[in-house]
C-alpha cells in the first residue's frame, strides 16, 4: 500500500554518547523494542558518522570529547534533515534553549529513562513518517496537507515549507509547530496544547523550547521578529496564526 508508515524495525538510531556503558544499556534497550541502534563514542567522529549513515533519529549527548553536542548539531544540519534528540545533564535553561537554537528537536535530562527516550523518539518519527494523506481541500471533512497564505505555503504530506516558491530551511520540529500554528489559523493556541501536541507530554510552565522555536520560525517565514504579523505573541494566552498578514 502506498504511503505506508516505517516500521519501528527499519528505524535506525544513532546513539552518540560517550558514556559507554549507558549507551551500551540504552542501545540494548531500544534494538529490544525494534530498533536499529548504532553508537559512537566521540563527539570528533560523530559528524562523519551522521553524514555517512544518515540515521532516521541522532540521540546526541551535549558533553562529549573531541566535538561538543552544540557545535555537532550545528554543523551537521545543512545536510541532516532528521530529528536530534539532545541528552544534557545540566539542568541550565541556557543549554536547552542553545541546543533549539543549534537545530535539535528535542532534549532529554540525565539520567536518562530509557521508556520516556523510546517514547520521545517514536513520537518524533512517527510525526517525520506520516506522510500517507493525500492533498485535500478540507470540504470533504478532513484536514488538507497542504496550505496557502499568499506567498507562503506549508504541506505536510513533503514535510515542506515555501516562502515566495523558495523553499525555507526548518528543522523537523520547526516545521511540526509551524504546521500545528498554520492549520490553526485564526485561532489561538495555548503553550500548553502546542506543548501537549508536539511532545506528548504536559506542559510544566518552565519550558521556553516553544518560545525559542516560534522566535527561529518567525524570520524563516518572513516575518517581522520584533513585531511579527503572521505569528502573534498573544500576552498570556499562546500564539495565534494570522490567516491574512
Not at 59 to 70: C, I, R, S, T, Y
Not at 108 to 123: C, D, F, M, N, T
Not at 139 to 154: I, Y
Request: hydrophobic share 40%.
Amino acid at each position: 500500500m502506498d504511503g505506508v508508515e516505517q516500521t519501528n524495525e527499519s528505524w535506525r538510531i544513532l546513539i552518540v554518547e560517550d558514556d559507554e556503558r549507558l549507551a551500551d544499556l540504552t542501545r540494548e534497550y531500544l534494538e529490544s523494542n525494534g530498533l536499529t541502534v548504532t553508537v559512537e563514542n566521540h563527539g570528533g567522529h560523530a559528524v562523519e558518522r551522521i553524514r555517512n549513515e544518515q540515521p532516521d533519529l541522532v540521540v546526541l549527548d551535549l558533553m562529549l570529547p573531541g566535538e561538543d553536542g552544540l557545535s555537532i548539531c550545528r554543523r551537521v544540519r545543512p545536510f541532516f534533515s532528521g530529528p536530534i534528540i539532545m541528552l544534557t545533564a545540566r539542568t541550565d535553561d541556557l543549554d536547552q534553549v542553545l541546543g533549539l537554537e543549534m537545530g535539535a528537536d528535542d532534549y532529554i535530562g540525565k539520567p536518562v529513562q530509557p521508556r520516556v527516550l523510546l517514547a520521545r523518539i517514536r513520537a518524533l518519527l512517527r510525526r517525520v513518517g506520516d506522510t500517507s494523506s493525500v492533498e485535500s481541500d478540507g470540504d470533504n471533512g478532513e484536514e488538507p496537507v497542504r496550505l496557502q497564505f499568499n506567498d507562503l505555503v506549508v504541506d505536510r504530506s513533503m514535510r515542506e515549507a515555501w516562502l515566495n516558491d523558495e523553499s525555507i530551511d526548518l528543522t523537523s520540529a520547526e516545521f511540526d509547530l509551524l504546521w500545528l500554528l498554520a492549520s490553526s489559523a485564526g485561532r489561538v493556541l495555548s503553550r500548553e496544547e502546542i506543548f501537549t501536541a508536539l511532545r506528548g507530554i504536559e506542559y510544566d510552565g518552565q519550558d521556553r523550547s516553544i518560545d525559542v522555536r516560534v522566535s527561529r520560525i518567525r524570520p524563516k517565514i518572513g516575518d517581522d521578529p520584533v513585531h511579527p504579523r503572521r505569528i502573534k505573541t498573544v500576552r498570556s494566552k499562546g500564539y495565534l496564526f494570522v490567516k491574512e498578514a
